[in-house]
């Protein structure tokens, strides 16, 4: 009996122990949320005259999950691939197509294929 309440107290302190490894981690993803230099634009507008590497803020909608971390994007203007890691995602806040959203990130254009992508480095709600 002794053995089992040794091993629930070490099994106990292990949990405790991840939390707050766990919380810690994602105070360590707090981002910047002031003013950017970098000016938003449309999905037109990136999609027409971007560049490759070129840095770049859209708002609007995640209208669908595609798979792993790549997702669809839409404004008014039209839609295009995003890659977004899980650890740009705000923690807690259920993010839907109904909910508006400001991501920037890096854009991604292949000249050969004309396939263009932007690899998103800052999530954040959109007012």
């Known amino acids: 009996m002794t053995h089992t309440k040794t091993k629930t107290a070490k099994n106990l302190k292990r949990a405790a122990l991840a939390l707050g490894m766990s919380l810690a981690m994602s105070a360590a993803f707090a981002q910047y949320a002031g003013p950017s230099s970098v000016p ?24 669908s999950h595609d798979g792993g971390e790549h997702y669809t994007f839409a404004d008014d203007t ?49 007012g």
């Open 40 to 63: 938003a634009m449309t999905v037109k507008q990136l999609l027409d005259t971007g560049k490759d590497d070129q840095h770049a803020t859209l708002r609007g909608f995640l209208v």
């Open 78 to 126: 039209g839609r295009m691939k995003v890659e977004i890691d899980a650890k740009h995602f705000p923690p807690g806040v259920k993010i839907d197509d109904k909910v508006r959203v400001e991501i920037s990130g890096e854009f991604d254009k292949d000249l050969v294929g004309n396939k263009a992508e932007l690899d998103v480095k800052r999530l954040s709600l959109a």
